[in-house]
Structures are given as structure tokens and as C-alpha cells.
């Protein structure tokens, strides 16, 4: 993952931080501890205070960073893998995307962060790897039946790989907006000249479902361990159960299974 996500990415959060949301409660969505913390320690050398928190954060120093951020007294929370749902982080400004994602679900997880309703807010969201690029705005009109069913490889896109979401980027701000917000080809953030490609023209050929996806997706949603593990890593796996479900949801021999077993102590070795 390090080499696919390259490391310039991280050098430009703390002054892209600094240049569009200062001051702005913010979470960082990043995909390792070893880049949460890099990350946490850039902002804290240009005195703007952050804390990493993962998997592995005892559950009483997570609960007094989420305590001291509500408070204000932190600015940045960075995270692996929290922070996505199920915690009420109500004054969130800004969400930093540091981890690249195919899950159109955890995108919108991590987008929702900022979005909670408050007079005068406006939520901020600094995407570093491009999600936007295959899942659109987070408000962009979707055809949630086939967003659920179809799989990446039979994605609606146009002849260049990209989405068919009639969106765009600033080539100066770096701004994604919508087409239809741009008036007299000019950036309707920063006012400097912005290119709008022509929305793709959708055919009537029909996606095909794939079954295999289908039913998968219907045993996640019927198998609560399946749903625990999903967006899990192999080290946060600390049951029988909880390997079998990962195995499953993975396709993952049994073999995989003992083998992880074994590692982890829940098989007594001979």
C-alpha cells in the first residue's frame, strides 16, 4: 500500500489542512498505523494538535481523545478503521481521505463524518486519493439497487475508465464540483477558468447481476460475525468465528483458516 499511495500525497495534508480548513475540527481516514502516525506527527510539528487511534488504542485512551476532541482541545483526530459509524463526533468539520477505497459504503461512511447539520457550517472534504474519481459526490444521484449488486468490474463508466458522474475538478483550487455549478467556464469556488469534460452518454445495455455477489451479499447481511469482520484487518481477528467469516467473505481456503488459527494461539500446537 505504500508504494501504490505515494508518499507525496502525505507531505501536501497538513498545508492542504492548513490552506482550506484551519482551525477546523478534522478526521484523517488513512490506511495503516504506520501512516496515522506519520500523518498525526506532521500536524503536531506545525503545532496544530493531533492524536492517532486505531484498533490497538486501549479503549479508555481512545474514549479521552474522542472526549478531548469534542472539547476542542485536539483539532485532528487521524484513524485506521474507526470513526466510520457508531461514534457521535457531532463538530466535524473536515474529513481528510488519506486511504484509498473501492467500497462505495465506507466512501459514504467517511464523507457523513462532516455532513451533521449545524447553522453556518460548512463541511469540508479534502479527498488526497481521488475516491471522488470513481464514486462521485457524495450527493450525486445513484441507482442504489446496482450500486449494491454490481460489481467494480461491471461499473457503468465512460470510454476513458471514468465515472459517468457529471462532475469536475479545478486544475487551481483542485475544488470537485458539479458540472451544472460552473457558470461561464469559470470555477465557481476560486473563479480561475475550469474545463467541463461532456457527460458520458449512457447506453441501454443491461448489467448483468452476478449471483455469485448477490448471494454473498445476502449472507453478510443475514451473519452478524461477517458484518463485524468486514472492515477488519487479519490482526484485529482474535476467534475461530471471526476467521472462518473472514475466510468466507475473502474466499480464502480453509487451510488459511489453521494456519491464521495456529499463529494467533486459539490451536495448541503439537
Known amino acids: 500500500m ?99 477505497t473501492k467500497s462505495l459504503a465506507l466512501y ?21 486519493v481521488a475516491n471522488w474519481k470513481t464514486f462521485g459526490l457524495p450527493d450525486s444521484d445513484r ?5 449494491i449488486i454490481t460489481t467494480d468490474k461491471n461499473k457503468r463508466k465512460s470510454n476513458n475508465n471514468e465515472p459517468i458522474f457529471a462532475i469536475t475538478q479545478c486544475d487551481f483550487c483542485f475544488a470537485v464540483v458539479k458540472a451544472s455549478e460552473v457558470k461561464n467556464s469559470k470555477c465557481p469556488i476560486c473563479g480561475n477558468p ?4 461532456t457527460a458520458v452518454q449512457q447506453t441501454d445495455d443491461e448489467l448483468k447481476l ?3 455477489r448477490k448471494r454473498l451479499i445476502n449472507e453478510i ?8 469482520v468486514a472492515n477488519k484487518s487479519v490482526k484485529e481477528l482474535h476467534t475461530m468465528k471471526e476467521l472462518q467469516a473472514y475466510a468466507k467473505l475473502h474466499k480464502y481456503k480453509r487451510g488459511w483458516v489453521f494456519y491464521q488459527a495456529k499463529m494467533k494461539g486459539l490451536i495448541k500446537r503439537k
Not at 108 to 128: G, T, V, W, Y
Request: with cysteine.
Open 2 to 100: 505504500d508504494e501504490a499511495v505515494s508518499r507525496k500525497i502525505y507531505g501536501h495534508i497538513v498545508s492542504n489542512y492548513q490552506r482550506l480548513a484551519k482551525n477546523k475540527q478534522a478526521v484523517v481516514y488513512t490506511y495503516s498505523v504506520e501512516s496515522a502516525k506519520r500523518i498525526a506527527d506532521a500536524f503536531n510539528k506545525t503545532h496544530i494538535s493531533a492524536v492517532e487511534v486505531d484498533g490497538t488504542t486501549k479503549a479508555k485512551i481512545r474514549d479521552k481523545y474522542v472526549k478531548q476532541f469534542r472539547d476542542k482541545k485536539i483539532k485532528v483526530l487521524v484513524n485506521v478503521n474507526l470513526f466510520t459509524e457508531g461514534v457521535d463526533l457531532p463538530d466535524v468539520d473536515c474529513v481528510i481521505m488519506a486511504r484509498p
Open 221 to 228: 447481511l443475514a451473519d452478524k460475525v461477517m458484518q463485524n
Open 210 to 212: 452476478i449471483n455469485d
Open 194 to 197: 475550469i474545463k467541463v469534460h
Open 108 to 128: 459514504l461512511q467517511f464523507s457523513m463524518r462532516c455532513l451533521n447539520p449545524r447553522e453556518n457550517k460548512k463541511a469540508i472534504i479534502i479527498d488526497h
Open 143 to 147: 441507482d442504489w439497487k446496482q450500486a
